[in-house]
């Protein structure tokens, strides 16, 4: 099964420094839901909705590079990524990113909705590492308060 492959992918190979980090959500019930709750994220909407820029707007697609910025003003961070998988089965919808080199941190990340029965869930699962730029580096715990602020709103993002 894809899902399969796409939670494993998200978790190996964990070098000792790694921080892997999962938490999943009930956005709410219905078909409706899970429809827009769908577009939304193979639109890369959790990201867009948690305060990132995203260009091109495409929709997910493996191998897809996209440049992704969050910052204000002239202060803008870029996280290069490649999407390493998407999924898109009746029950689970879903696409994981890795980080490139210059990315703040590296790791992977992955975007699940999983239905149970009318229910619609989100699991954000990530596994977070030491960027390769010393400068990230030095400032790595800084980034992960900044990561902890990230990941509350991609909890909230695909919410009705």
């Known amino acids: 099964m894809a899902v399969e492959t796409l939670l494993e992918r998200t978790w190996s190979p964990l070098a000792a420094s790694s921080r892997p980090w999962q938490r999943r ?4 019930g219905g078909a409706a839901l899970w429809n827009d709750a ?3 994220l193979l639109r890369w909407e959790v990201k867009t909705r948690s305060g990132f820029r995203l260009q091109p707007q495409l929709p997910v697609a493996v191998g897809q590079q996209p440049l992704i910025t969050i910052g204000v003003g002239p202060l ?3 996280e290069p990524v490649e999407v390493v998988d ?3 089965e009746s029950d689970w919808v879903g696409f994981s990113y890795r980080t490139m080199p ?3 941190v590296q790791g992977v990340e992955a975007f699940i909705l999983e239905r149970a029965d009318e ?3 989100l699991l954000i699962r990530s596994v977070t590492e030491p960027s390769d730029v010393p400068a990230w580096r030095r400032v790595f715990k800084v980034l992960l308060l900044a990561q ?3 990941r ?3 909890l909230r993002a695909l919410k009705p």
């Open 76 to 78: 803008r961070i870029h």
């Open 148 to 150: 902890w602020v990230t």
């Open 152 to 154: 509350q709103r991609y």
């Open 86 to 88: 998407v999924v898109a």
């Open 102 to 104: 210059g990315h703040p």
């Open 25 to 28: 959500v009930l956005l709410g």
């Open 38 to 40: 769908c577009v939304a």
């Open 119 to 121: 229910q619609v869930f």
